[in-house]
């Protein structure tokens, strides 16, 4: 199974940056996709970024051209470096990945991160 442990969350101003790191451990053989959900108070918990372990990477149009996603697979970590912030931006951010658990394998399981604060002051 795969644990996956977010850090970088906090608080910032308008127009601020921060980045988030996403580590994974565990036993697997190999991690497939990547990325980073949010979700705001109220809300339903949805997509920002992924990327998969060839670099392709998908974006949120709510955050293109401000977030960029980012990998380091002999790390096992998914980064996200978040740009130009906006109150809007505020939620708890999830870690995800998806693994193969061991080779020869189709079968494929998820894993969730336990989520970190993102607070943007207006």
């Known amino acids: 199974q795969v644990q996956l442990v977010e850090s970088g969350g906090g608080l910032v101003q308008t127009g601020g940056s921060l980045r988030l790191s996403c580590a994974a451990s565990g036993s697997f053989f190999s991690i497939n996709l990547m990325g980073w959900y949010r979700q705001a108070p109220g809300n339903q918990r949805e997509l920002v970024t992924t990327?998969?372990?060839?670099?392709?990477?998908n974006y949120a149009d709510s955050v293109k051209g401000r977030f960029t996603i980012s990998r380091d697979n002999a790390k096992n970590t998914v980064y996200l470096q978040m740009n130009r912030l906006k109150p809007e931006d505020t939620a708890v951010y999830y870690c995800?990945?998806?693994?193969?658990?061991?080779?020869?394998?189709?079968?494929?399981?998820?894993?969730w991160g336990q989520g970190t604060l993102v607070t943007v002051s207006s």
């Open positions: 995800y990945a998806d693994f193969y658990p061991y080779s020869g394998t189709f079968n494929i399981l998820d894993a």
């Open positions: 990327i998969t372990s060839g670099g392709i990477t």
